[in-house]
T-cell receptor
Framework: GAVVSQHPSWVICKSGTSVKIECRSL??????MFWYRQFPKQSLMLMAT?????????EQGVEKDKFLINHASLTLSTLTVTSAHPEDSSFYIC????????????FGPGTRLTVT | GENVEQHPSTLSVQEGDSAVIKCTYS??????FPWYKQELGKRPQLIID?????GEKKDQRIAVTLNKTAKHFSLHITETQPEDSAVYFC?????????????FGTGTSLTVIP
């Protein structure tokens, strides 16, 4: 149980275009989902917290207009990187929390984004 | 916000030896401390966690200790094996109106030499 998927697993896009990453909880409903960014050989940096039916809460320094997050259902959250630039190239990982688990997070497999 | 520091950044041990990774946190309200193992290009996997009402927790070869007063916690791996080689991250989490976020340490790359 507690499986989280992400799609796509990797994507290459041209500079200036937008790309959408999906995060799905497959066997549970997730009232809260989280988005992280991980640069090579670095830590997971929390970008935003996404609660179903409400606006995402962004961490300090994360541009909300550039990284659009939509948590439209209890099993799906999306991250859209708008007007992507090469410096946005990174590994993006989501996690999801079941409503009865106050602390636990279940991580997706990640999406490797390369902006050329 | 919470600030988590982790040491060392790299660690090499001989197979069978013990490995210790240490983390400190800044927010005294943090009350949950998970440890994750991440292999290259893969998702983090929870290996052990501890809550603030407990000082130590053990699961086979892995143990975690917590010192709330000093705001630090440590991961101990005994009888290390080559398959323990990976990057390990600590994290701290506390009460939040928006979701008990995790704040991760900078990671420790562990290499177990056969």
């Amino acid at each position: 149980g507690a499986v989280v998927s992400q799609h796509p697993s990797w994507v290459i896009c041209k500079s200036g275009t937008s790309v959408k990453i999906e995060c799905r909880s497959l066997d549970f409903q997730a009232t809260t989902m989280f988005w992280y960014r991980q640069f090579p050989k670095q830590s997971l940096m929390l970008m935003a917290t996404s609660n179903e039916g409400s606006k995402a809460t962004y961490e300090q320094g994360v541009e909300k207009d550039k990284f659009l997050i939509n948590h439209a259902s209890l099993t799906l959250s999306t991250l859209t990187v708008t007007s992507a630039h090469p410096e946005d190239s990174s590994f993006y990982i989501c996690s999801a929390r079941p409503p009865d688990r106050v602390y636990e997070q279940y991580f997706g497999p990640g999406t490797r984004l390369t902006v050329t | 916000g919470e600030n988590v520091e982790q040491h060392p950044s790299t660690l090499s041990v001989q197979e069978g030896d013990s490995a210790v990774i240490k983390c400190t946190y800044s927010d005294s309200a943090s009350n949950y401390f998970p440890w994750y193992k991440q292999e290259l290009g893969k998702r983090p996997q929870l290996i052990i966690d501890i809550r603030s009402n407990v000082g130590e927790k053990k699961d086979q070869r892995i143990a975690v200790t917590l010192n709330k007063t000093a705001k630090h916690f440590s991961l101990h791996i005994t009888e290390t094996q080559p398959e323990d080689s990976a990057v390990y991250f600590c994290a701290a989490s506390g009460p939040s109106n928006t979701g008990n976020q995790f704040y991760f340490g900078t990671g420790t790359s562990l290499t177990v030499i056969p």
